[in-house]
């Protein structure tokens, strides 16, 4: 696949529409609380069998301050003995899903939030003993364990703490330096803090660095934007990630503390993309696809260039298919041919799990349409072709017979030089990078109109 991309902004104009990140196939729309706790029980019992390596995923929901343009499931205390009920019941949970996998080894490791860094070192540390305790952690040189990180609520030792357990990948939230746009959003967070981290990390012997920016906030300019741009560069970490910030305040509470006027207009949030790619790729960083740029030596780069990148829930990975089990309040798992959905408020989850029982509260079993379709949407979003040929030996089908609608919705895209389809190939096209999503969405048995505004803009 090409490593730089493109910018037209006719195109992107054209088919900026609501889109899902593909994150999973189905999306959690399809989740259904039909899909009980026995069935979860069941695909975990598959899964045994198998015996695929395990990928673990830890929901720490607190944070100490309110991001105005944050969508995440959170809890916003300045309590720390907020977590106490809640770490004593994720122990719970621990103990109830490392019994039905025992043996198992765990290879991935990622904690998530909110703000896993509200947790104090004796707390994470507490947490860390249990999962060790209970699950069969992969020796230390083969762990990917990865933590996000507020740098405004950790400290030095907290960075050293984790490398003792193996952790070897940081995310640090930046969003933006600018002060101004701080403020609008109630971040407030100095490039000092930032760099701290970073020097911590240094002295801990981290393997990788990642940061998120986000485009689109109130006041941000085309000027602002590249100052921010400018320092996170000289900072050099392995991975970014640049989000465009979807401002839907009908749906997301607190974004109603942001003032709409005070937003960039579509044409500066587009300038915004433009500037951001072509900065990054200037700096050497190459666009791996969906809002994330890595240097060319990082493994994401090298398992782009090789075909074996993945999509997860946590965005792109580099380990082919791991069972994940997701524990903590709203966590989402994939075991077997099942996603699980913990309860999604911190009260049911703690009743559950002081009855003694898994939290699950949704889920959904893929058909077999479902799982040729994430097949197909997966090496799109990640190797960027499909190779019919495969499909159609993997699937026991005919491709142009079953996917009829989808290559009629994908002959527009064709059309526009986003993709290209051939009686062996679908490839997408360099214009097609930065629209993959639109790309992916025709494969999507799921989409409908009416259900469009449910995800968030493709720009
Ligand atoms: S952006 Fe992160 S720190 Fe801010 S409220 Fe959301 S989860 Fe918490």
New binding site residues.
Partial sequence: MQSTVPFNAALLNKYDTFGPRYTSYPTALQFSPAFTRDDYLAALARSNAGGKPLSLYFHIPY?E???F??A?N?I?THTRERARPYLENLYREVGLQAERVAGREVRQLHFG???PTFLDDEQLNGLLQHAEGHFNFAPFTEREFSI?I?PRTVGDNTIALLRDYGFNRLSL?VQDFNQEVQRAVN?LQSVEQVQAVLDAAARAGYQSVSMDLIYGLPHQTLDSFSQTLETVIGMRPQRLAVYSYAHMPQKVK?QKLIVSETLPDAVTKLGLLELSIQRLQEAGYVYVGMDHFALPEDELVVAMQNGSLQRNFQGYSTHAETDMIAMGVSSIGKVDDCYSQNQRHEKHYLSDLAADQLPVMQGYRLSEDDKLRREVIQRLMCQGEVDLAEIEAQYSVRFDRYFSESLDALAPLAEDGLVQVDSRYIRVLPLGRLLVRNIAMCFDAYIKPAREQRFSRVI
């Fill in positions: 944070c301050s309110l991001c343009y944050c995440c959170k916003i939030g909110g703000s996000e507020d939230g971040r607190a």
